[in-house]
């Protein structure tokens, strides 16, 4: 960088292919639940727009931040929600009263879609086999000083074992939503997985690193795929095609 960008940044090696989707903002809507996200919301705005997404951000009602006043500046899709217990299960019931279509794709603001991802999403609207779809989690983490993002290979964090599977994709009139932390905030009879390409990429160690430390945020200028999920033996293993600096 020019020395101006004091936290982490991304720089591609090779850009991947967001294909233009089919059926997000007609038969799917993307929610971003969010609190207290102003030192990296526009992050997420900068990307979405840049792949030709316009997610409804779902701001907690505790946010006490400017999280609202930065979605509103950039023309955003936003709503504010209460809930009665501070978790994102617990806002379920608030998201799908402003959701009008019958899918409804959820990506917290820490995290964001692989390629492979979108894609299928479209494909499972238009095959109708289940409804609901759950998606490999690939956890990443910066480390100041390293020219990586690392992503673990231990247990319940790899991707190869995938044991972190989120139930992100559903029809809401196939779901019954239950208020219970560590749950999707439903449930549903029939379930199913999507295969491995299609994973979320997971930023919680980096946002919380760089809110500790109050670093400047210019992390996510665009995403990378993983050019393999194996690695060396260890805790984590820098598989991504991305620039730190």
Known sequence: GDGAVSGPALLLREHPDYSPTRHFGSAITLVVPTINSEAWIQELIDFYESIRLRPLYVVDSRTRDRTCEILAAAKQNWVKVSSKAPRVESLLPGMLSRVSR??????????????????????????????????????????????????????????????????????????????????????????????????????????????????????????????????????????????VF
């Open 102 to 243: 019958p899918w409804v794709l959820r990506l917290d603001d820490d995290e964001l879609p692989a390629p492979a991802l979108l894609r299928f999403c479209d494909d499972a609207v238009d095959r109708e086999e289940a409804p609901v779809w759950g998606f490999p989690r690939l956890c990443l983490r910066w480390q100041p000083g390293r020219p990586t993002l690392d992503y673990s290979t231990f247990l319940t964090l790899g991707p190869a074992v995938d044991m972190d599977r989120q139930f992100r994709l559903f029809r809401a009139d196939g779901v019954t939503l239950k208020d219970e932390v560590h749950t999707p905030g439903f449930d549903s009879a029939v379930k199913r997985p999507a295969p491995s390409p299609a994973f979320i990429l997971h930023f919680n160690w980096g946002v919380s690193q760089i809110s500790v430390f109050d670093l400047k945020t210019n992390v996510w200028t665009t995403l990378a795929v993983p050019s393999g999920a194996g690695g060396s033996a260890g805790f984590y293993d820098p598989v991504y095609n991305v620039y």
